[in-house]
């Protein structure tokens, strides 16, 4: 399902130069069918429905960017009536996340309230430790956010947070791309439309509820993987372009990604070397920091092994967070997201010296999400190589971002059994698109695969 409804307003490339500058020359183009920029696919593959959502929207005059930001996401639903919930999800989400808060309003007493709603409505000991170390958490995750949780410039080799210069020899960046009330709005936003929203909890006096009879009338939850892409402006104004979409249409500097995470749905990035590298990683009851979270009520009923071999948590769920999914609420699952920020994008105008500095090394070729319908069949390296091998087979004229979207849906489907689940599929194309190597590293794995489907 597709929930593409917001237009950008571009200028040919040749009109008033790359990009344009803003004129009557303008063209509006939905974002849906901006098939050279964005690619997106999906299908139930072997299940009768699907129950895989996805939007792309612009954000504007949010408390990100006051000029229009790049939204995208995917939602894998799961459980009865799931679609419901993902469906809810691609519709509004983007519009919560994007509405601009009055001056002032968004506080961490705002989400202190929130998190006493759940501790009442869910009890349970997790929400009543989340509670109890509420200032805690805020310190930890919001008012000064732990670096390495961002992965933001951070040097593996432990000798600190690496340090950003533009070509004026100015610091663009020393600790992280997001501050606090940025941070505190995603994080506020996820809890509340979770409980609003996909738990149907509307009434701010309800204190308590019957999960039992409660999960029968809103059943069901969905992941969550998001992005939001803006551009990253070193001297640090706040000062928009009026009406200037074409940052992420004709890339000219670095670009500021923020990735969202709730769930097990994967979101790559291609560096210019054709290398694959996960901007997020899953909520699987597996995971040593999802022990860590529900370590309060963690023990050998609450995480068992099912006939797969696979982990699961409460011995239904695949996931440790999610949306919806009431009837696990009380025992931890929580919307609550994991946040990374990252500057990609074009190094034109940065010096040599500093490209190195880049997470990715900087002129990165593409991002990819993809539900666990994909990445359950095909390894990170290996989705990302079916991509570049099919515009290297195809040529860059045909093999748009969205030809390629399909071809990796087509190939799950051919090589699914009658278990497969949905698959779903979005490529965003970035400033170095088409320019990685020749060399097909998975190539054979992945016929091997096909092979063995037969």
């Not at 040749?14 to 020359?25: A, D, E, R, Y």
């Not at 993987?225 to 803006?230: D, H, N, T, Y």
């Not at 010296?353 to 390296?381: H, N, P, R, Y």
Request: net charge neutral; aromatic share 8%.
């Amino acid at each position: 399902m597709n929930n593409a409804q917001a237009f950008i307003h571009v200028r040919p490339a040749g009109v008033g130069g790359v990009g344009g500058g803003l004129g009557k020359s303008l063209l509006k183009v939905s974002l849906s069918k901006f098939a050279g920029l964005i690619g997106h696919s999906s299908s139930r593959v072997s299940r009768r429905i699907n129950q895989d959502t996805y939007s792309m929207s612009l954000l504007r005059n949010s408390v990100f960017s006051k000029e229009p930001l790049l939204n995208m996401s995917v939602f894998d639903g799961h459980g009865i009536a799931s679609s419901n919930v993902s469906s809810k999800l691609a519709h509004n989400l983007h519009n919560w996340l994007g509405q601009e808060e009055p001056k002032g309003s968004l506080t961490s007493e705002t989400l202190f309230q929130l998190l006493e709603r759940y501790k009442n409505l869910f009890a349970g000991s997790y929400w009543e430790s989340l509670y109890l170390d509420r200032e805690k958490y805020y310190d930890r995750f919001i008012r000064h956010c732990n670096t390495k949780q961002e992965q933001v410039l951070f040097d593996q080799s432990n000798q600190g947070t690496r340090m950003l210069f533009d070509h004026s020899g100015n610091l663009i960046d020393k600790n992280s791309l997001l501050n606090e009330q940025q941070r505190l709005k995603i994080i506020n936003t996820f809890l509340q439309f979770d409980l609003e929203q996909c738990c149907g909890i509307i009434n701010p006096q309800q204190n308590s509820l019957d999960l039992n009879s409660w999960s029968e009338k809103f059943p069901g939850g969905s992941t969550a993987s998001s992005i939001l892409l803006s551009r990253f402006d070193s001297q640090g104004s706040n000062t928009p372009l009026p009406n200037d979409q074409t940052y992420f249409v004709y890339p000219t500097g670095l670009l500021k990604l923020i990735v969202t995470q709730v769930g097990d749905s994967k979101i790559l990035i291609c560096d210019s070397n054709g290398v694959a590298h996960s901007l997020s990683r899953p909520h699987h009851p597996d995971q040593n920091r999802e022990h860590q979270r529900l370590q309060q009520t963690r023990d050998s009923q609450l995480i068992s092994t099912d006939s797969f071999g696979e982990e699961r948590f409460l011995n239904n769920f695949a996931n440790t967070r999610s949306f919806g999914d009431v009837i696990g609420k009380r025992d931890g699952i929580s919307a609550e997201p994991d946040i990374y920020s990252y500057l990609i994008g074009n190094t034109s105008q940065l010096p040599h010296s500093e490209k190195a500095k880049l997470q990715f090394g900087g002129d990165e070729c593409f991002i990819v999400m993809v539900t666990d319908g994909v990445s359950g069949w095909l390894a990170d390296q290996e989705i990302v190589d079916l991509i570049t091998s099919t515009v290297n087979l195809r040529g860059l004229k045909h093999a748009t971002p969205q030809f390629v979207a399909d071809e990796v849906i087509k190939f799950i489907i051919s090589m699914a059994d009658r278990h497969a689940d949905n698959a779903t599929c979005l490529v965003l194309r970035l400033s170095n698109w088409g320019n990685w190597p020749t060399y097909d590293r998975t190539g054979a794995s992945r016929e091997q695969k096909l092979l063995n489907a037969i």
